[in-house]
């Protein structure tokens, strides 16, 4: 749990059984709410949850009804991460010009940076912090941009188209 997440103050990066854990604790009601809700009995549940527990785990059912009631993205990054994809919820952002020009400064900019970059990596060695600021990059573009595609469909859906 030493590195960081990409985006700020996202908190610090964990692994699928402490996302579980931590999600579970910030529960609204704690561990004994959430065992009600996906009816488990609350010792096999708190077992089944503890990082300290190597010998039980949630099974795939139990998981998903846990990821279902918390919603909780840290799940979901953890999920993610273990499985080498990335998840993006698109948060939808009106589809305007306005909107459009940003991301079009947004991308010159982050494009700068990135073209940048080549300096840092002459002798083709990459360094952990230039990586993580590439991809920090990368996750802010494809954000923005699901964003205002989300706008976009969400205005085409409601039959206001701008």
């Not at 910030?26 to 708190?46: E, I």
């Not at 900019?109 to 990059?137: I, P, R």
Request: aromatic content about 6%; overall charge negative.
């Amino acid at each position: 749990m030493s590195r960081q997440h990409l985006l700020p103050d996202a908190g610090p990066v964990v692994d699928i059984h402490q996302a579980v854990y931590v999600a579970a604790r910030d529960y609204r009601g704690g561990v004994t709410a959430l065992a009600a809700t996906v009816v488990l009995p609350y010792d096999t549940f708190q077992k089944k949850i503890s990082v300290a527990n190597a010998t039980h785990h949630l099974m795939l059912h139990e998981f998903m009804a846990v990821a279902e009631a918390v919603d909780d993205d840290r799940i979901d990054d953890a999920f993610a991460r273990a499985r080498g994809k990335l998840l993006f919820k698109p948060q939808p952002v009106p589809a305007t010009r306005q909107a459009l020009e940003a991301l079009g400064k947004m991308l010159a900019a982050e494009g700068a940076f990135v073209g940048s970059l080549h300096e840092g990596v002459a002798d083709n060695k990459w360094e952990q912090h230039e990586v993580e600021k590439l991809e920090h990059c990368a996750h802010k573009v494809i954000s923005e941009i699901l964003g205002i595609c989300a706008g976009a469909r969400q205005a085409l859906e409601g039959g206001d188209h701008g």
